[in-house]
T-cell receptor
Framework: DSGVTQTPKHLITATGQRVTLRCSPR?????VYWYQQSLDQGLQFLIQ???????AKGNILERFSAQQFPDLHSELNLSSLELGDSALYFC?????????????FGPGTRLTVL | GDSVTQMEGPVTLSEEAFLTINCTYT??????LFWYVQYPGEGLQLLLK?????DKGSNKGFEATYRKETTSFHLEKGSVQVSDSAVYFC?????????????FGKGTKLSVKP
């Protein structure tokens, strides 16, 4: 158990809908990262937050957004969903940002868009 | 841009066979290198890491050496077990910046037969 929790574990929805994925980092970790794992794209970095502020952006679509709250949990919002958004979404956390800070991964949320 | 290339799988071995999974990288800066493992239905776990040239990371019988001259970080294990069946990801983080997102290879699926 990494100490990172993600809810829900599975999510099934329809095209055009909006969903919210939730992540609670390990106790004391200030950085949260979101990654998408799909069969065609592999594991891709989406976005990073550090202590409530956006720190880095990767291949995140404009239809996707995220935020980190004062209690350090994070939410990833996916809107106007398309079939191609079906993927496993991982959250990871680390103590700080920059340099080498080991990232601990949650179990993921599997999103299926029908 | 920065990237990681690892050998495509799947790799199927018999128990006690020798394992090598090749990984090479391209980085504009000076990276730290990692191998992560994903067991079926689970999130990613850090297997081993190396933060500077000629460092050898090791864990659970797996080893990888950071070779700056060949920009490689090949994963090896002398005698695999059925329980090693998983997907293995090579990854890097650029050291020195304020960001800390991992850049992953596509992953290599390993199946070990008894």
């Amino acid at each position: 158990d990494s100490g990172v929790t993600q809810t829900p574990k599975h999510l099934i929805t329809a095209t055009g809908q909006r969903v919210t994925l939730r992540c609670s980092p390990r106790s004391g970790d200030l950085s949260v990262y979101w990654y998408q794992q799909s069969l065609d794209q592999g594991l891709q970095f989406l976005i990073q937050y550090y202590n409530g502020e956006e720190r880095a952006k990767g291949n995140i679509l404009e239809r996707f957004s995220a935020q980190q709250f004062p209690d350090l949990h994070s939410e990833l919002n996916l809107s106007s969903l398309e079939l191609g958004d079906s993927a496993l979404y991982f959250c990871a956390s680390s103590a700080a940002s920059g340099g080498y800070n080991e990232q601990f991964f949650g179990p993921g949320t599997r999103l299926t868009v029908l | 841009g920065d990237s990681v290339t690892q050998m495509e799988g799947p790799v199927t071995l018999s128990e006690e066979a020798f394992l090598t999974i090749n990984c090479t990288y391209t980085a504009t800066g000076y990276p730290s290198l990692f191998w992560y493992v994903q067991y079926p239905g689970e999130g990613l776990q850090l297997l081993l890491k190396a933060t500077k040239a000629d460092d050898k990371g090791s864990n659970k019988g797996f080893e990888a050496t950071y070779r700056k001259e060949t920009t490689s970080f090949h994963l090896e294990k002398g005698s695999v077990q059925v329980s090693d069946s998983a997907v293995y990801f090579c990854a890097l983080i650029l050291v020195g910046g304020s960001q800390g997102n991992l850049i992953f290879g596509k992953g290599t699926k390993l199946s070990v037969k008894p």
